[in-house]
């Protein structure tokens, strides 16, 4: 309550405190100048008081009607919109708390609003990218069929071959969706991990040999920074962190200069942290493209990206099971340059067993 009459009523004490001064002043000065000051101190003691008293009321009732009811309207309407009660502090006529509660109040909402448009640009993009993604394997299996089923069924090598292609098609479709659902489990958490201590140079050579013939198509060297000769191990979920490893190198394959280079490095970041670089000389990404890289479906490359096929999930993916382990992912890239890729993990010393 002593918080509510302090702020409530300084405006009027103010306003009556200068008011009462100057007239007070003014007498003082009118009686100085009639001579008759030394004879009315009382008078002007009593004129003071009623003044202030007066100008004090006047001031608080005008206040009060004109004023403090249309700002607590304010604060009424505006707690209305917002989620935790704006008016938990005693409305006042404050103008400077005013002024703070409704800026504050007004760059919460401009977050919001920010986040609302973030968030409905993001599901448009999201449902135009599946729909793409869907539709085009979707129609190339219905187009096999209808072509099959309108007489091209009696010829055995037609038919054969329609029905590889329809199955290709099949095979693409379960594969984005079995991303999507994996991606989903890794989103809400609900994907448990299996951690293990395990060799990650000996990882990083199996996928090496996993990727060998795609790489071969592009002449594309696969190969460490240094001749690893003592084992690293690392803990986390050996599959999991192959798929990471699988899909970044497949990627620097994808997007890199034919007879260009896939260089993997590992090293000690802290005492019990390693970080797993992979870096390509190829085409590199954009910088306008950065933010938006690790999204679902994201493609810097709307055309040339889809001819190499692949869900569009691969770096989402990837982002997911790195922070599932609780670690770090990190991207440097220069347009015609190359790009490198790293994530930390958490390293052991000695191999469980």
């Known amino acids: 309550m002593s918080t509510r009459l302090k702020k409530s009523y300084k405006f009027a004490f103010r306003s009556s405190l200068l008011i009462t001064i100057i007239l007070a002043l003014s007498l003082g000065l009118f009686l100085l100048y009639k001579k008759q000051l030394e004879d009315t101190w009382f008078v002007l003691l009593v004129f003071t008081i009623m003044t202030f008293a007066i100008a004090f009321s006047i001031i608080q009732v005008r206040v009060q009607k004109y004023i403090y009811r249309r700002i607590k309207k304010i604060y009424d309407d ?17 103008m400077k708390t005013l002024t703070e509660d409704i800026e504050k109040f007004a760059k919460n909402k401009k977050i919001e609003i920010d986040t609302l448009k973030i968030r409905e640009e993001y599901r448009k993009d999201f449902l135009g990218n599946i729909s793409h993604e869907l539709k085009t394997p979707l129609f190339t299996v219905q187009g096999y069929i209808l072509t099959l089923l309108d007489g091209a069924l009696e010829d055995k090598a037609v038919r054969k071959k329609y029905l590889q292609r329809a199955q290709k098609g099949v095979e693409r479709l379960i594969y984005i969706i079995k991303d999507l659902d994996l991606i989903t489990k890794l989103e809400v958490g ?30 594309i060297s696969l190969t ?12 986390a979920d050996r599959d999991k962190i192959q798929q990471v490893l699988s899909n970044l190198i497949v990627n620097s394959i994808k997007y890199g200069h034919r007879d260009g280079t896939t260089e993997v490095s590992v090293e000690n970041l802290i005492r019990n942290k390693v970080i797993v670089r992979i870096t390509d000389n190829g085409e590199g990404i954009p910088v306008e493209h950065m933010p938006r890289l690790f999204e679902r ?38 347009v015609d340059v190359g790009s490198e890729f790293s994530f930390t993990l958490e390293k052991t010393k000695h191999k469980a067993g």
């Open 78 to 94: 505006v707690s209305l919109l917002e989620a935790s009660s704006f008016t938990a502090d005693p409305v006042t006529t404050d």
């Open 190 to 219: 609900d994907l448990n991990l299996e951690l293990s201590d395990f060799d990650i140079i000996e990882l990083i050579n199996n996928v090496f040999e996993l990727v060998e013939m795609k790489a071969g198509k592009k002449n």
């Open 224 to 235: 460490f920074d240094m001749n690893y000769e003592s084992p690293i191990y690392v803990k």
């Open 297 to 334: 479906f994201y493609r810097v490359d709307k055309s040339g990206s889809r001819k190499e096929g692949g869900s569009g999930l691969g770096l989402s993916i990837v982002k997911h099971i790195i922070e599932a382990h609780g670690e770090k992912i990190y991207v440097e890239s220069v």
